[in-house]
Structures are given as C-alpha cells and as structure tokens.
C-alpha cells in the first residue's frame, strides 16, 4: 500500500508539472463535445518527468530551426491501419508553423495484401499477391515491424506507390527502402522503374533494398527481379519513403485485429526498428486483448512489458508512449469491463518500464462512454470503432496532451534558465 501511494503521488506531481502555466480549456477543440470527454485528464502521465526531456529537447531543436528530422512512429491495432486517429495527428503537425512534416515515412502497401488501406496513399500492382497478419493465431509469418506481409510468387509482379490526394498530404521523397528478407536467397529482388535513380542497394544484414533518386517523387513503380530458377517468391515487409527536409516525420503502421502479443511475433520487428531509428514509439493496443470474454490480466502485462523492452532494446534513446484503449461495447451491446483492467495493467507496465501513458480511456468518459460518443456520431454501431469523426477528436485530444507537456516543459526550462 506504502507503495501505491508512493506511485499515485509521483504521477501527480508528473501531471502537475506538464499542466502548468495552462488554461483548463482544451484549445483548438470543438465546444459541442466538451461535455463528451474530460479535459481536465487530457494530459500524459509519467512517473519519471526525465524520461520526456531527451524528445522535447529535440522538438525545441527543429521549432528554433535546426535542419534536422523527428521521426515519431506509431503502431498499432485497426484504430491505426485505417490511419484516421494517427493521420489527423500528421496533418495537425503539417499545420504547426513551429513542425514541418518532414515525409510520409514508414508505410505498408495494404492492398497488396488485400485489405483496407490508408486514404494517404494509393497502390496499385499486377501479380497475385497473398497476405499474413500478425492477428491470426495459426499464421506464422516473416513478419517485420509493420506485423503485415505480402508475398507473391510472380516473378514479373509490379507494384506501384501513389502519394496523397490533396496537396497537404503529399511528400515527395528522395530516398526509398523496402524491407523484406533480404538474406533469404530465394527471395526475389527489386528493380525501380523510375528513370532518375542514382543507387540501387541491397543490405542483406539490415534487410531492406535502398534505391537513392536523383529528383523527389510522389510515385513511383517497382518490378521484381529474378536472377535465377532458385529465386521463388519475394515477401513484402514494408517501405520507408524519405527525404532530407527537416521536420517531423509520422509513420503509422497498424493491423487489423492485432493484439500485443502479436508484434512479439514478429522475428524482424527489431531489425525494421534499428534502420528507422524513431525518436518516439507510440503504441496503441488494448482493445482485441481485452475484448475477450475472459481477459488474461498477467498475461497482457507481460507481453505489453516484452514489447516495450524489445523496442527499448532496438532502439535505446526512443521514448515510449502508451495510449489506452478507449471504451467500448462486447458483441454491441454489453459494456466491456476487461477495459478498466487493461488500462490499469498498461499503467503498471508504464511505471515499471519508464514509458509514458496517455489514458485515453479516462478522457473519452470511462465505463459506457461509448454509448454517449455513438449518440453523437463519434462512434460506429460496434461500439469498439469510432466513427471518422471520432478518431479526428481522438487526434486533436493527444495532439494537444502533447504540445500542452512540451510547451510546459518549454516554460519550466525557460524559467531554470534565467535562475
């Protein structure tokens, strides 16, 4: 008991300094929902206020014009694939004056592997191409940090890659890497068909292809290549569009379905990790875990705590931030207690591994909160998804939890400054 009140006592003297010097209202957010979720628990928690400073430090280092980037990558479940709540954060950072987004970064092509996916970009391919989620319990794949694959056993397969239907979404790149099992000798290769490309590379022990262009592109096409009758199939594992704008890039890479348990399952997670190099890990999990009739409480912790060390260990300086699931019906129609638990378990977890929590659970309203989100339009039917509206207010809520922490973080070291 000595030790809980210990823990709540350093989250709120955590909160405490992240809230100060700012007004109770949420900026920027629509008036008609403020009665909807609780703005007063739109703030993130953690129990060591460090843990944040080496990643503020670095959006201090871009907003007084550093040339350099800030990689944020998000993963996560369905809330993530269909890249609503995390594209609604990516285009209030291309909106900030202080934050040019700097690419698209990191994505999966998804209609290879024929499932819904983000309205950003477009795909196209020939050939035909199957799909492995890291969701399905009886599928063992060649999965890498996306949790998706696409394989095809064609050797003339072509796909193309279309950025953006609107000017703000789109970010030419100069630079594209495309991870697959690169050591595997009889994986098929990659040719661009693009005219202006400069080098064309493959790093065996990173596993990704790297083709440098001479001039940005927002489209762009590849064919497989097979050298020789040993060379069967080529698997799909995700591709990283880049450039040397400086800004923040914001990859979101989600899987329908997925659980925790699901990214441990993925053998090259670690390696796709340590060639992206992110400043700040943000993960979005929960929601399939605790949808169960029967919630297995350790078990979630363990496996959320393996996760986060795999990340930590891949990427040591990251920070790691933790979104709760928010509330949500079983079955549409009866109310999910499992999510009170497995917000508290992800709690646990964040205090025992140094990572960060926003508690989305707490500012969409708690238990049956949905039922008053579906009312207004802000939830789907199901009751588990929210509607495109939903996820936009879910992106404004983190958004503005995390510029209210980095400008009171501004503020507080401003204010040592002139000590």
Known sequence: MKYFFKFIHTILFCISVIAAGFAQNMPDLPPKHLKLYKADRNHLICADTTVLAPFWDKLDSLAEGANKQVHIMHIGDSHIQADLFSGRIRQLLLDEKLFPVAGRGVIFPYQLAKTNNPSGYQVTYTGNWEGCRNAARDRECQWGLAGITATTRDADAIFTLKLGYSASLKHPFKRVKIFYPTQETASFTLRCM?????????????????????????????????????QRYFTMQGISLENDCRGIVYSSLGVNGAEVVSFLKSPDLDKNLKVV????????????DAYMPRFDEPQFRLSLGRLIQRIKMAVPEAVVLLTTPGDSYYRRYRPNRNMIKAVKQTVHVAEETGAVVWDFYAVMGGFRSVQRWYAHGLAQKDRLHLSAKGYQLQGDLLYTAMMRAWKAYRKQKQANLSK
């Not at 022990?205 to 001039?215: N, P, R, S, V």
């Not at 190099?277 to 399939?288: A, C, Q, R, Y």
């Open 194 to 230: 693009a005219e202006n490309v400069l080098s064309d590379s493959v790093y065996k022990e990173a596993g990704y292809q790297e083709f440098i262009l001479k001039d940005s592109l927002a489209q762009i096409s590849f064919q497989l290549k097979q050298k020789d009758s040993t």
């Open 277 to 288: 190099k992110p400043d700040m890990v943000i993960i979005s999990l929960g929601t399939n």
